[in-house]
């Protein structure tokens, strides 16, 4: 029989969110995003092979405000996953695991999303003409 | 007390019931995608505002196209293995569960042909 008194882990709603657990549901959640938004990208490429119209429908769409968010959504998601994948396979290779690294590696990882996302973003900017 | 080896339970005796494999492919598409996704994203970005004629020749160029069939086969494949995990986790009805996995896969599988089909009908059209 169990004890009653022995330790359980702590349920989500007590639970300090830290760096580095807040990072791994991030890590899941931006996963779950790409899948979603890959979907619009696709639209974009089915457009381009069914014909004029339907491309710039979706070109249309994309320009719009709604459209600019999903994709300002989805490049920050694709830019943190990839980041912060490239720290997993690290992980997977026993390197950066310390409490310390974790939390340095971490960090580079949420400057280096931010900052990859601003260089695209300025860079699809700089290619329309916008500078 | 197990009789089975410890090889024997690595060996596709997992919950899963097939070793390593998944956590194998998961990391090999990962490595894949990186040069991939980087190439796709400044790709997408030199483009930006681009038009039909434009995105098409773009899509038609021998180099671009093999990259991009390359790039929907790894997206697919490390999506539908992701999303497998995360509906592992969070749906604990049997039934349910896996319905859900079935259907990812079909979708994945489905999705990643029509845009394969989507390339080449630009790639030769």
């Known amino acids: 029989m169990a004890s009653q008194n022995r330790p359980l882990s702590p349920h989500l709603q007590v639970y300090k969110p830290q760096l580095t657990s807040v990072m791994s549901i991030m890590h899941r959640a931006t996963g779950i995003a790409l899948a979603v938004g890959t979907l619009l990208l696709l639209c974009w490429l089915i457009a381009a092979a069914t014909g004029e119209r339907a491309f710039n429908d979706v070109q249309a769409f994309n320009a719009s405000w709604i459209g600019r968010l999903l994709l300002l959504g989805w490049s920050y998601a694709l830019f943190y996953h990839l980041c912060n994948g490239i720290r997993h396979l690290f992980w997977d290779a026993g390197k950066g695991f310390e409490l310390g690294a974790a939390y340095r590696n971490g960090w580079l990882v949420v400057a280096a999303s931010v900052v990859l996302t601003a260089a695209a973003w300025i860079w699809g900017y700089a290619s329309m003409g916008a500078f | ?125």
């Open chain 2, 1 to 125: 007390m197990s009789l089975r080896s410890p090889l024997g339970k690595v060996r596709g005796l997992g919950s899963a019931k097939e070793g390593v494999v998944h956590w194998w492919a998961q990391r090999m598409t990962a490595v894949a995608l990186i040069p991939l996704v980087i190439w796709f994203v400044a790709s997408i970005a030199a483009m930006a505002g681009a038009d039909y004629s434009t995105f098409r020749d773009w899509i038609a160029t021998p180099m671009v196209s093999i990259l991009l069939v390359l790039l929907t086969i790894a997206t697919f494949h490390h999506a539908q293995l992701g999303l497998q995990v995360v509906l592992e986790d969070y749906v604990h009805t049997e039934w349910l569960k896996i319905a859900c996995i079935g259907l990812v896969k079909f979708a994945a599988i489905g999705l990643a042909v029509a845009t394969i089909f989507s390339i080449v009908r630009i790639a030769l059209g």
